[in-house]
């Protein structure tokens, strides 16, 4: 079954960066985009970053642009999240997700989801 594994999250700093992967089996980037999400305790999960799967368009929220670049490489299956200058409010579980062609930022709108790894921002 179509499998998306996230990897790359921890406890950093804040100014900090990580880079997260989200590897993905059985599905192929040439036709799902992959969306980037994060939620944070007590909060809805938010729409963080997305490369759609024709022209490689990016989109990312206001609040994380300038600092989060997320990339992807076709031969590995593998999209990543760069990101750089972080801040204690960028503290949530971060996961991908994968749709049929172009972005969303509707949760709801994604067919599959990984299972998320925990970024954490604090001194």
């Known amino acids: 079954q179509v499998q998306l594994v996230e990897s790359g999250g921890g406890l950093v700093q804040p100014g900090g960066s990580l880079r997260l992967s989200c590897a993905a089996s059985?599905?192929?980037?040439?036709?799902?985009?992959i969306g980037w999400f994060r939620q944070a305790p007590g909060k809805e999960r938010e729409g963080v970053s997305c490369?759609?799967?024709?022209?490689?368009?990016?989109y990312s929220a206001d609040s994380v642009k300038g600092r989060f670049t997320i990339s992807r490489d076709n031969a590995k299956n593998t999209v990543y999240l760069q990101m750089n200058s972080l801040k204690p409010e960028d503290t949530a579980v971060y996961y991908c997700?994968?749709?049929?062609?172009?972005?969303?930022?509707?949760?709801?709108?994604?067919?599959?989801w990984g299972q998320g790894t925990q970024v954490t921002v604090s001194s």
């Open positions: 997700a994968a749709r049929p062609w172009s972005c969303s930022s509707h949760p709801y709108q994604y067919d599959y």
């Open positions: 059985r599905l192929s980037l040439d036709y799902h985009a």
């Open positions: 490369i759609s799967s024709s022209d490689g368009s990016t």
